[in-house]
Each structure stands twice: as structure tokens, then as C-alpha cells.
């Protein structure tokens, strides 16, 4: 049976990459050695972390002025990160309260002691739109921090807010490489590995140089500037999910880059959003406008249903398609790697489905 895999992630990966790392698993490059037990010093790593790096930048059109940083400790280590290196001025920075992974950046930033300031919120309309500014941004503010995609609400920005001099500090972490944003409308952006890059345990970050190298006394493990004067090897990095990473990265590039990517997500979401929309059943309470392109959230409205609608996909090998607990419902992640004919099936799958229990 061909199964597709719509987890909110760890997610999809594309199959070429499954096969290329299964087939040189044993000996990487002839040298008798796993990836995975080769050293983070050798001349074999050096190759792969610098061509992930140059391959990362032509994708994304990093300039030079940006750093490339590859961490360990997931999104939420950032949630900690980005204050400690960025909030140096005023310890004070803006929150756009876009849902759950929102709330938790501001709880970890005023955990080591920075003044949040939630500068719009969508709590009002149950997360289903995006929040806008309330009023103009204080320029007194280190940064404002933003989700751009919202893996529990399934919302996500396309238009940025204005935030005039203040730097937007972006966690990308789950559409990453899926949509396209201007890197230098950002001071930061960072994301997990996990949902659109590859396995989990690496961290991407991308930050401004002038931002950098004004905290004193940081624990070296959260210190930007101390990865970027080590290229991201301070200590022992997490070769084997950068190697993974590389090889995606290679794969989008022969894809045709991000353009074709997020030209093809779009596709891919308009399917199941259409067949949504007009379904009797089924309904996407998000606000059409600010709808993802990587994690739809839907409903019967019925609980029991629901529950129904996902064991008949597993069965048919439509797999992970229960909601987050917070929002419940289904929910389909349709990253980089799931195929048209996944979210084709899902969809043949949910009419069936309707026509059956109408
Ligand atoms: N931010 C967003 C938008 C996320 O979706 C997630 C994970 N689902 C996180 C942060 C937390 O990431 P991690 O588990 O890598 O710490």
C-alpha cells in the first residue's frame, strides 16, 4: 500500500534523499565510514556543512552580510536564544500573538528577563486569523518577534507588518523553504529542521551581522557570534542531520528552487482548501486570506467523527491526520516533500468519506 505522511513533523521527507542516505550509509564517499561515525573535524564533514551552507544561501538569496549558524535544541532553544543575543538594548522587545509557538517565544523571553510587549493578538477570533499591529511600533524596541507560520492555528504571513527600524525576528520553523521571504526584511529567522529540512536535531539560524556580538557573557552553547567565529563547531554539531539536510537542500535545488517549491504548494493546498470549502462536511474555520500552505486544520464538527475520518485514512495509509490536541479535528501537513498525489488521495479519501456518511 502507498502510505503519505501528513505529520505536523518530524514529517515527510523526500523519498530520492530516504533512498540516497540508505545507499551510502554504510561507507559516505568510499571512506569505509558511516556519516555517522566520521569526524566533525574531517576534510569529508568540512565538505558537507559548507556545501549545505552555500546551497542554503543560493536558495534562499542569503547575502553575505547574514550568518548561517546551525544549532542543536530545536525552535524553542531560540525562544531563549534570540533575547539573550538580540534584546542587549532594552531588554524589551514586540510579540505578534499569533497562537501557541507565539505564546511560548514570549514565556521563554521573559524567562531570562525580557519585557514583552504583545504589539497585536488574535486570541479574540480563536487564532483562525492573523493578528495585526494594534498601533505603530515603539522604535524602542531590541525586535519584534513573529511566527511566520502557525503549525497548530494553520495560519500563516505573507505580508510582513511594518515594524519601521525595528529588525523582525521570524521563527520560520514551519514553513521554512516552503514559502518564499525576502531574507533582508528579517533580522533574524530561525527554524527547527524538522517539518520542511529533515531530521530533527538541527536548528537553522539566519542573522544580520550588526545584530550580533553585543551580549556579554553568554554560555557559550546560546552564543551567536561565538557560532559564527566557529562556523557553527564551537562543539561537536549534529552531523548527520546536516548531512540529511544537505541532501535536501540539493533535492530542492534540482526541484527547480523555491519559486517552483512554493508555485507547487500552492497548488497542493488549493486542492485540499477547494474541496474543503465546498464540502458539507468538512470546514476549515481559518480565515481564507491568512490560510497556510503547509498545515491545514479541519473539522466535521463532530468528535467522534473526526475520530472516524482518521482511522479510515489510516487504513487507507493516509497517516497522521489527527489534529493538534489543542485545536482537535484533523489536520494535513503538506510540506516540500508530500507529492500532488498524496493530497489527491486525501481528498478522494474525504469524499468518499462525505458521500458515505452525509
Ligand atoms: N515554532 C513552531 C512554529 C513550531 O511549529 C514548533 C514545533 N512544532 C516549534 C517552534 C518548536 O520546535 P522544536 O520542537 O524544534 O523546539
Do not use: C
Not at 534523499?17 to 555517522?36: K, N, W
Not at 488574535?122 to 522604535?139: E, G, K, M, R, S
Not at 533580522?187 to 556579554?216: E, S, W
Not at 465546498?278 to 466535521?300: C, E, G, I, W, Y
Amino acid at each position: 500500500m502507498t502510505t503519505y505522511n501528513f505529520a505536523a513533523g518530524p514529517a515527510v521527507m523526500p523519498k530520492p534523499v530516504i533512498d540516497q542516505i540508505q545507499a551510502e550509509l554504510p561507507s559516505f564517499q568510499g571512506s569505509g565510514m558511516s556519516i555517522m561515525e566520521i569526524s566533525h573535524r574531517s576534510a569529508l564533514f568540512d565538505q558537507v556543512i559548507s556545501d549545505a551552507e552555500a546551497d542554503l544561501r543560493e536558495l534562499m538569496g542569503i547575502p553575505a552580510n547574514y550568518r548561517v549558524l546551525f544549532f542543536q535544541g530545536g525552535g524553542t532553544l531560540q525562544f531563549t536564544a534570540a533575547p539573550l543575543n538580540l534584546a542587549t538594548k532594552h531588554h524589551h522587545i514586540g510579540l505578534l500573538d499569533s497562537g501557541h509557538w507565539a505564546s511560548r517565544a514570549a514565556d521563554e523571553a521573559r524567562r531570562v528577563g525580557t519585557k514583552v510587549d504583545i504589539l497585536g493578538t488574535a486570541a479574540d477570533n480563536h487564532f483562525t486569523a492573523l493578528p495585526t499591529l494594534d498601533q505603530p511600533v515603539d522604535q524602542a524596541l531590541d525586535y519584534v518577534h513573529l511566527t511566520t507560520n502557525n503549525t497548530i492555528e494553520g495560519t500563516a504571513y505573507t505580508m510582513l507588518p511594518q515594524t519601521g527600524h525595528v529588525p523582525l525576528v521570524a521563527d520560520m520553523s514551519s514553513n521554512f523553504l516552503g514559502q518564499q521571504y525576502q531574507v533582508t526584511d528579517f533580522g533574524m529567522i530561525f527554524a527547527g529542521a524538522q517539518k520542511n529540512l529533515g531530521p530533527a536535531g538541527l536548528t537553522i539560524v539566519i542573522v544580520r551581522d550588526d545584530l550580533i556580538g553585543q551580549a556579554q557573557n553568554l554560555p557559550s552553547m546560546l552564543d551567536y557570534q561565538l557560532f559564527a567565529d566557529k562556523r557553527s563547531m564551537f562543539n561537536t554539531p549534529p552531523v548527520f542531520a546536516i548531512y540529511a539536510a544537505g541532501l535536501v537542500l540539493k533535492w530542492l535545488k534540482a526541484q527547480g528552487g523555491l519559486a517552483a517549491m512554493e508555485q507547487r504548494n500552492r497548488d497542493k493546498a488549493a486542492l485540499l482548501y477547494d474541496f474543503l470549502d465546498q464540502s458539507k462536511l468538512f470546514t476549515s474555520h481559518v480565515k481564507p486570506a491568512d490560510r497556510s500552505l503547509m498545515n491545514m486544520p479541519f473539522v466535521t464538527g463532530k468528535p467522534a467523527l473526526d475520530a472516524q475520518v482518521i482511522a479510515g485514512a489510516t487504513d487507507r495509509g493516509l497517516l497522521n491526520l489527527k489534529g493538534h490536541r489543542l485545536v482537535g479535528g484533523m489536520r494535513a501537513s503538506l510540506y516540500n516533500a508530500m507529492p500532488k498525489a498524496g493530497v489527491q488521495a486525501l481528498v478522494d479519501y474525504l469524499a468518499d468519506f462525505e458521500a458515505t456518511h452525509a
